[in-house]
Structure formats: C-alpha cells, structure tokens
C-alpha cells in the first residue's frame, strides 16, 4: 500500500525537499519516518514544514552574507606562507589547506581549512592561485606567495657578507670586495707565539750540539798530551 509523505530532506531519485510524494507504507515506516526525512503529508505537517523552511531560509541568507563579507576580504589579500625549501626551491614538504588557514587566521580572516581548495600539490617556491569556497554560491581567489623561510634567508645572508665562509681566500675576497678589508680570519691564539717558541728551541739545541762537538777535540788533546811522557820513558 502507498502513502503520502512530505520530504523534510532532498532524496535521490525520490524527490526534493519540502515535496509530497507516494512511497511504499512500509519503506515509509522503517526507513523514511524514523531517520526524520519525511512525515506523512497531513496539514499540520505541512504548516511545521513551511515555518521551518522560513527559519532555514534566514539563516541561510544570514550566513551567504557572512560568507560574502569574508570571500570578498580574501580576494582583496596577497598571503604569503614561509617554507624551507633546497636551492632548487623545491619545498621540504608541501602548502596544505591547514597550513593556508592557520595564516589567515593570523591575519583575522577565520577560514575553515575544508574550504581551501588545492587543484595540485604545492611543491615549489612560487606565485600560486587557490579557491577559497564558503557555499555552493560564494566563492573566492585568494592570491597566495610561497617564500623561502625568513630563517633559511638569514643564514644565506650572513655567508653573503662573510665570503670566507665559502672557502674564498682573502686575496680574492679583498680585491673583490674593499669593504672585506679589515675582515681577515683572525689567527689562532699561540699560533705565532709558538713558531718562536719552537724556533728558540731549535736554536738552543743547535748550540748545545755545537758545544759538545767542540769539548770532544779538547778532551781527545788532553788525553794525547797524557800518554806521550809516557811513551818516552
């Protein structure tokens, strides 16, 4: 047996809310009834569903213009997310729609990540476009810059102004840059101070050989003039 019952939610191949169809008495009972997609189609159900579509109705056109109000201000924005990435500027990692909306929300633009919209993987350093949609009929383009970590920056900029940091010899670096000048790689302590320590050292030894080089001729005469009275004897 058929019966009419008023669809309180749109039903694929049944119909659209707030419709009244026929449906079998029991797929109403067991299926559509207890799940609150429909009611049967008496009067005062259709008095409780044509209020609740007018309560709906406010609040859907209370947040399209809140959805609006925010689209238009992510339109109006250039973001721009910091990455780590290689001297080929491809990422350590990828720009995922959390990282998008964490970075909009430190900028006051509360932007849920499901509705951040990446067609393609974000892998590189780069300019890129992405759909930011809010409702079937509010969407915006947020314009959005991948950067190089401002950390990874500071540590590229300081072997800048250090080119001895890069193996470049001071020669080149002075001649190449005047304002290296004055900059050399300061020398290890002890360094100079014991190439004349050691060098002293060598000079006392060599003349500590020189003397005894020259006591043994003298010992060698004394012992000569000792044995030749003898001999005459």
Known sequence: MAIKVLLWQTIDKLGKRGEQVSVADGYARNYL???RLATPATEGASRE???SARKAEKVEQSMKKE???VARRVGETQLSVEMLANNEGILFGSVTPSLISDSLKR???DVAGNYILIEAPIKTLGQYTVTVRFHPE???KLKLSVVRSGVEQ???DKDEENPFAKGISVDEAEKGDPKMRGKRPKKQKGGEGGDKKDGAKGEGAAKGDGAAKAAAPAEGDAKKKDEAPAKAK
């Open 154 to 156: 500071a540590v590229e």
């Open 49 to 51: 569903f044509k209020a």
């Open 107 to 109: 900028i006051g633009l």
């Open 33 to 35: 009834f207890p799940r």
């Open 67 to 69: 959805y609006s109000d």
């Open 138 to 140: 509010v969407q915006s």
